[in-house]
């Protein structure tokens, strides 16, 4: 299938006729072709049929770039430079929105498109009624062969395209090779969510390079077994696993979303107890589909769009919930994906719950169990998919996947399981509850099920590797990951916080989203305008905009581990606190109470603090700057040695001092 509505040879383009030309892209058009739509190719299509004389090369017009669920209005290939145009018709103004579109269609072509990794981009936005302007030619500070976007009106289009080409170098590129480069993105789970409701698949939102364990595999895998629970009436659970940014989330959105069919009864909901993740991609959608709606002429009220959305995603709490309203009714979903399994109550939490809020005394089931009879009530077929993260425990009452298993040995005999071969690695904490199971009869244990490369950052895969050493204190295994990392994914060191916002400022382009990330229990970092008990809306901290004060671009409201796990940024400030320090004798757990410090003594709370760093130190995408502030002398909250422990412990690992 094709990337784009139409392409050509530029002398073909310019002897062929504009309906002619129109009549291809409204038959590749996949929406209504709007009158507006129509008018638009127009101007582009005689724009260009003048800029482009006396030039030889290709031209592609709605170049798709599924990861953001847009398409570029054109993509030309001349000589040794790759030029992006986004036309704006009927515009005055050079809008920063406009801007950032044109930028973000350019990184992504830079970032994830193969045979545009090594030449010259030129991104171009034209107003077609903005005033005479041709802005400055100019590299990025990135080094990476992409150029500042570049402005100008349709007069000036034939002098911006000549004025390129003698500031480009480099080899001539194949048009026909270019075209059939391989695209392998790497979508933010917001991307990710919007582009599967949307109807991509998997395939065209994620990579899918030898050095990656293809999403589809995993993907395929589980609906193979869905056919199978449903074709011959059985009841499958299966348990997915994958290092942090694995995609996991990613393969849950996609079951969610291809067996998102009522009228065949295999309907599926995906189930997450992280709120901050819901509330976001429900949000998220129900924007991306409304701005959809509009553009096609449609309006539609936000509780419409919410009320499908909610039918794929919902809190799996809400779902308990309602599933306790009559304990014999069976779900309407046949297909339950549970993200982050391992993070679902155990008994004690569960019946504390129970007991306060629903005033249900002696509840007498953890939660995986509850939930596992719950899809057990229908009579004839029921999936439950486990998505499984390793060392993402951060918060009190989670049960761990050992509570699922053993859940299955007590109550439900009659169940297949099928588990990732990876499911007894430590940290996925099984403990020894995959021995109960060792004897039963309908057991397999599937390597497909397992996502073993992070995707998360497409610039370094062996992130979570350094984090993991950084936290186990392995210095020289540090060292080494780090080695491996700092060539594509910059990470500084810092002891001034104004020195790191400025550098996520630079770094990030386009609209590559930035923040600052704290652990929950930074408490004395105020000094620094920093406060995590101040209310701040995810959101909008996730998906508003530049211009927004709420959102994560005005470095102002922060996120700690409970807003930001499960989620991403592309560039992230990451500020230390006293509560993780670094000593002589290894990491030291503190929680500020009152006027003072006090030491975290019981283990899991102590694990529970050093998986909130873990979750901070693997949420960017494209690098990161770490914050230690000095402290200060005249604070007994925060002596200068409660901080400088760690700062020399990361600088010995190597990271560059900023």
Request: aromatic share 10%; hydrophobic share 35%.
């Amino acid at each position: 299938m094709n990337r784009y509505y139409y392409s050509s040879s530029i002398s073909d383009f310019i002897n062929s006729p504009v309906n002619s030309i129109i009549g291809e892209l409204a038959l590749n058009n996949e929406f209504n072709l709007e009158q507006t739509q129509r008018n638009a190719w127009n101007i582009e299509i005689d724009e260009l049929k003048k800029s482009l004389v006396n030039h030889e090369g290709s031209i592609y017009f709605e170049y798709s770039i599924p990861r953001m669920g847009r398409r570029i209005d054109v993509v030309l290939i001349i000589k040794n430079v790759i030029f992006v145009l986004e036309f704006k018709v009927g515009e005055k103004e050079y809008l920063l929105s406009a801007i950032d579109q044109v930028y973000d269609y350019s990184l992504d072509l830079k970032n994830f498109h193969e045979t545009s990794h090594e030449h010259l981009i030129a991104p171009i936005l034209i107003p077609t009624e903005a005033n005479d302007i041709v802005s400055q030619i100019c590299i990025t500070s990135h080094n990476d062969n992409l150029l500042i976007p570049i402005k100008t009106n349709p007069n000036f289009l034939r002098e911006v395209i000549d004025n390129v080409l003698q500031f480009a170098d480099g080899e001539t590129i194949d048009s026909n090779s270019w075209a059939a480069g391989r695209y392998s993105p790497t979508p933010t789970i917001i991307e990710a969510a919007i582009a599967l409701f949307n109807k991509h698949s998997v395939e065209e939102i994620s990579r899918n390079d030898a050095s990656a364990v293809n999403l589809a595999v995993t993907s395929n895998t589980i609906s193979e077994l869905i056919d199978k629970a449903k074709s011959n009436s059985k009841k499958i659970i299966c348990f997915v696993t994958g290092v942090p940014g694995a995609g996991k989330t990613l393969v849950g959105l996609d079951i969610a979303n291809k067996h998102l069919d009522k009228e065949k009864a295999t309907s599926s909901v995906f189930l997450s107890g992280n709120g901050p993740l819901v509330n976001i991609l429900r949000e998220a959608l129900t924007r991306d589909k409304i701005k959809r709606e509009k553009e096609v002429g449609n309006r539609m009220k936000k509780y419409e769009v919410l009320s499908i959305v909610k039918a794929f995603i919902q809190n799996v709490h809400h779902y308990r919930d309602d599933n306790l309203i009559d304990l014999n009714e069976p779900p309407f979903d046949h297909v339950a994906i549970f993200d982050e399994a391992q993070r679902a109550w155990n008994l004690q939490q569960t019946a504390n719950f129970m007991k306060r809020k629903k005033n249900i005394p002696d509840f007498s089931e953890s939660e995986p169990e509850f939930l596992i009879s719950c899809l057990d009530r229908h009579k004839d077929w029921a999936v439950i998919v486990c998505l499984v993260g390793g060392g993402q425990e951060i918060h009190t009452g989670e049960a761990g996947i050992s509570e699922w298993i053993e859940s299955l040995d007590r109550s439900f005999p009659d169940w297949e399981i099928y588990i990732s071969s990876r499911l007894t690695d430590s940290e996925y904490t099984s403990g020894n509850a995959l021995n109960l199971i060792e004897n039963r009869k309908e057991v397999y244990y599937k390597d497909e099920l397992h996502l073993s490369v992070s995707m998360r950052s497409f610039r370094a895969e062996h992130l979570s590797k350094l984090v993991k050493s950084l936290l186990d204190i392995d210095i020289d295994e540090a060292k080494r990951n780090l080695d491996l990392v700092r060539e594509k994914y910059p990470i500084v060191l810092t002891r001034d916080l104004l020195k790191g916002k400025k550098w996520l400022r630079e770094k990030a382009r386009g609209s590559e989203r930035y923040g600052i990330v704290v652990s929950s229990q930074a408490q004395r970092l105020k000094p620094h305008a920093i406060d995590v008990k101040s209310p701040m809306d995810p959101i909008h901290w996730f998906l508003d905009g530049k211009e927004d004060v709420r959102s994560s671009y005005y470095l102002e409201d922060v996120a700690t581990e409970f807003h930001i796990q499960g989620l991403e940024l592309d560039w992230s400030c990451v500020t230390w606190d006293g509560d993780f320090r670094f000593t002589d004798n290894g990491w030291k757990t503190f929680s500020f109470v009152g006027e003072r410090w006090n030491n975290i003594n019981k283990v899991e709370r102590k694990q529970y603090l050093k998986n909130a760093y873990r979750v901070l130190l693997t949420r960017a995408r494209q690098g990161m700057a770490i914050v230690v502030p000095e402290g200060d002398s005249d604070d007994p909250t925060r002596n200068p040695e409660y901080y400088d422990g760690t700062y020399d412990y990361l600088k010995e690992i190597g990271f560059e001092v900023l």
